[in-house]
């Protein structure tokens, strides 16, 4: 394995690796077999065809008809049902050239691969076939304390070619992070910084209840620690305090820095970045891969997630809608950035 760098594999174009000064910070497993029979964390993967939640197994409103979906997270569908994005085969890695990553300066390298997938009308119950896209772009930028930092650039993009006039859509990639190296049992100690601490608070099945709230005992831009038993968040933090501005291609905005984190023990620091209205914020507490068939086991708090994304449940939420709405002739797109260095 290389002092820094990533691996990806074509099952669900999975992020498998991320190496920073020799130490691996994202969970994975060694084959894709293993992916495919103890991933129910969904590490590394790209959630599609929408992230996160939809309330009621259901879209309530798409073409002028209720689509009923699956009830794969108490009565909600998550992370595109059963068989989500993450849990299919994507063609590639395909080398693509060199490319810069927009809102990343000083870039060096830029190698890049593309991943593509055809996700067929009805797939999970999803109206209208969409073909997605996925180029990730590797290389090294210096930090402002003159450490070489690596990066990866992750630009997502998808069109809906045919059998529907609209279809929501929501991408990510859910990688596990552990600063502490993934061999850590916790990530204890590890220092949280969030960009915002306006969340949308949730009912007991974690849907939004339509209002954004300061999260309690969080600041904006102020550092917390991450505990091995606290503090439990699973919740969708705010970037943009107007839902129904939002594009269904966020390419053009700005790309802000959402959560920043440093571990004490291996002197790595991490930023996520994306263009993106919203990330949620999960501190791995549902984690429970047993130790069988050679793997190391991983438990509850052994890697956090930053998810960027759209608004939960933004497909049912009239208000919302817009920013998850993909229409005939137009394209979605995201673009999500990591950066790594170690001191």
Avoid at 258 to 273: D, M, W
Wanted: charged share 20%.
């Amino acid at each position: 394995m290389p002092d820094n760098g990533f691996t990806f594999l074509p099952l669900g174009a999975i992020i498998q690796t991320f190496t920073v000064n020799g130490v691996n910070i994202v969970q994975g497993f060694d084959t894709p077999e293993q992916y495919k029979s103890h991933n129910a964390p969904f590490f590394g993967e790209t959630i599609g065809r929408v992230a996160n939640r939809l309330s009621n197994s259901r879209l309530d409103s798409f073409n002028g008809k209720t689509y009923p979906l699956a009830a794969n997270d108490g009565t909600n569908t998550l992370h595109g049902g059963n068989v989500g994005w993450g849990k299919k085969e994507w063609k590639g890695p395909t080398p693509v050239g060199l490319r810069e990553i927009p809102g990343v300066e000083g870039l060096k390298g830029g190698e890049s691969v593309e991943f593509t997938l055809t996700s067929e009308d009805g797939d999970e119950g999803f109206p209208g076939t969409v073909e997605a896209r996925i180029v990730y772009t590797t290389g090294t930028v210096a930090t402002p304390d003159g450490k070489e930092a690596v990066v990866l650039g992750m630009d997502y993009s998808a069109k809906l070619v045919s059998g529907a006039d609209e279809t929501p859509i929501n991408m990510t990639n859910h990688s596990y992070f552990n600063p502490a190296g993934v061999d850590a049992d916790t990530y204890a100690d590890t220092e949280i910084t969030l960009s915002t601490a306006n969340h949308l608070p949730v009912d007991d099945r974690a849907i939004p209840l339509g209002n954004v709230a300061p999260f309690p005992n969080i600041q904006a831009n102020t550092p917390f620690t991450l505990h091995a038993a606290e503090p439990f968040i699973d919740h969708c933090f705010t970037v943009t305090s107007t839902p129904s501005s939002v594009p269904v291609d966020t390419r053009s905005l700005p790309l802000d820095k959402h959560v920043q984190a440093y571990s004490p023990h291996t002197k790595i620091h991490l930023e996520v970045l994306s263009t993106e209205p919203a990330f949620q914020f999960y501190t791995g507490d549902g984690i429970d891969v047993p130790e069988v068939g050679g793997l190391k086991a991983r438990g509850k708090r052994s890697g956090f997630c930053c998810e960027p994304s759209r608004w939960v449940n933004a497909a049912n939420v009239e208000e919302w809608k817009g920013q998850m709405t993909l229409k005939k002739g137009e394209e979605y797109g995201c673009r999500i950035v990591y950066k790594a260095w170690a001191d």
